[in-house]
T-cell receptor, first 113, second 107 residues
């Protein structure tokens, strides 16, 4: 079974720009969660999508948004980038049941200059 | 809501044992343990769902005390491959990870 894939793997943007990251979950998984990982803050939960609906949301500003498509693939968008948005963005997929095991993708390393 | 992990870092020699603790101020439904090697994604180790449950895989095991809202990860006879950062995760669909414990196993 193929694992979780994320594209692109690396991204360099400048302040004020916007960016879209993509995540393809494991086949059959209906839940996709997004996390931001930084050295200072660790792994922070952004949001979770299940069956094309945002089911849970973390404490991030509205500049961070996402969506999920009917094939369970998910995209995350960050608008008006700030220097502090530089991070590794990880997505994780699961079947969707409560406290289900999450399987992480390799991440997208975003650098904001 | 973020679980608290301790210690923050551990340095071991091959063959030594280590314990990593994870505690929460909220009632725990489950505890998940992950290991992340440098430059890689977190990899699932195990999940504990019931109070007092203990699970293991080879020389890595974990316990979950639901009443105390704590979980501990036990690494026995550590190997070089155990090096990495260990995270505990708690919650239902809204998941929170601890700040991580950096484990360094030296020859």
């Amino acid at each position: 079974k193929a694992g979780v894939t994320q594209t692109p793997r690396y991204l360099i943007k400048t302040r004020g720009q916007q960016v879209t990251l993509s995540c393809s979950p494991i086949s059959g998984h209906r839940s996709v969660s997004w996390y931001q990982q930084t050295p200072g803050q660790g792994l922070q939960f952004l949001f979770e999508y299940f069956s094309e609906t945002q089911r849970n949301k973390g404490n991030f500003p509205g500049r961070f948004s996402g969506r999920q498509f009917s094939n369970s693939r998910s995209e995350m968008n960050v608008s008006t980038l700030e220097l502090g948005d530089s991070a590794l963005y990880l997505c994780a997929s699961s079947r969707g049941a409560r406290a289900d095991t999450q399987y992480f993708g390799p991440g997208t390393r975003l650098t904001v200059l | 809501q973020q679980p608290v992990q301790s210690p923050q870092a551990v340095i071991l020699r091959e063959g030594e044992d280590a314990v990593i603790n994870c505690s929460s101020s909220k009632a725990l439904y489950s505890v998940h343990w992950y290991r992340q090697k440098h430059g890689e994604a977190p990899v699932f180790l195990m999940i504990l769902l019931k109070g007092g449950e203990q699970k293991g895989h080879e020389k890595i095991s974990a316990s979950f005390n639901e009443k105390k809202q704590q979980s501990s990860l036990y690494l026995t006879a550590s190997q070089l491959s155990y090096s990495g950062t260990y995270f505990c995760g708690t919650g239902g669909n809204k998941f929170y990870f601890g700040s991580g414990t950096k484990l360094n196993v030296k020859p």
